[in-house]
């Protein structure tokens, strides 16, 4: 079965640090997919989505996620947190051609700081 | 737009007791989803539906009915509640087309005691 993997559960950093959280995927087809970021006490939002094209896509807040077929990764990054990006984030990928479901990680539990 | 709305916010169950968790959207999204979010878990599909009338099983479907008479709810059924079924449980509906996103709605919070 498919399944998305997010290395690290819990993440704490300073403010100003930079940021990269770990996602990988099993599945050897095509697939689209998307990072999702839950703010405490919100609901899910969409931080950046990858398609086709460049394997490099930027998203809101000045995150940016590279997508890398050959290991199946796609991790999320941002060069200098703030202490609002205390949230927590999950990865998820669609699989080509299954229609609308979206697989997701257990997610990475972020702490920034001040 | 009000986008994915869901009722209730907060909710206690005694166990056995049944409910149902609304959900609606007015994007006129064909596609739309339920999930349960537990700690160390992530979000886990518990039944989807890709249009009015069409239901389908997700990962994690025991205990739960929904059914779709409109293409704007999508209702989430707990026939007999379960300590197990404590969780936050989050509707979505998909974007149609190459952009595939998924809209959530705030999330209902259930405990089951």
């Known amino acids: 079965a498919q399944s998305v993997s997010q290395h690290n559960h819990h993440v704490i950093l300073s403010e100003a640090a930079s940021l990269e959280l770990g996602c990988n995927y099993s599945y050897g087809g095509t697939v689209n997919l998307f990072w999702y970021v839950q703010y405490p006490g919100q609901h899910l939002q969409l931080l950046l989505k990858?398609?086709?094209?460049?394997?490099l896509v930027k998203g809101i807040k000045g995150f940016e996620a590279e997508f890398i077929k050959s290991k199946f990764s796609f991790n999320l990054r941002k060069p200098s947190v703030q202490w609002s990006d205390t949230a927590e984030y999950f990865c998820?990928?669609?699989?080509?051609?299954?229609?609308?479901?979206?697989?997701f990680g257990q997610g990475t539990e972020l702490s920034v700081k001040p | 737009n009000a986008g994915v709305t869901q009722t209730p916010k907060f909710q206690v169950l005694k166990t056995g007791q049944s409910m149902t968790l609304q959900c609606a959207q007015d994007?006129?999204?064909?596609?739309m989803s339920w999930y349960r979010q537990d700690p160390g878990m992530g979000l886990r599909l518990i039944h989807y539906?890709?249009?009015?009338?069409?239901?389908d099983q997700g990962e994690v479907p025991n205990g739960y009915n929904v059914s779709r008479s409109t293409t704007e709810d999508f209702p989430l059924r707990l026939l007999s509640a379960a300590p197990s079924q404590t969780s936050v449980y989050f509707c979505a509906s998909t974007r149609p087309g190459t952009s595939n996103e998924q809209f959530f709605g705030p999330g209902t919070r259930l405990t089951v005691l």
């Open positions: 539906s890709v249009g009015a009338g069409i239901t």
């Open positions: 990858y398609f086709s094209g460049d394997p």
């Open positions: 998820a990928v669609k699989i080509y051609n299954q229609g609308g479901k979206l697989i």
């Open positions: 994007m006129n999204h064909e596609y």
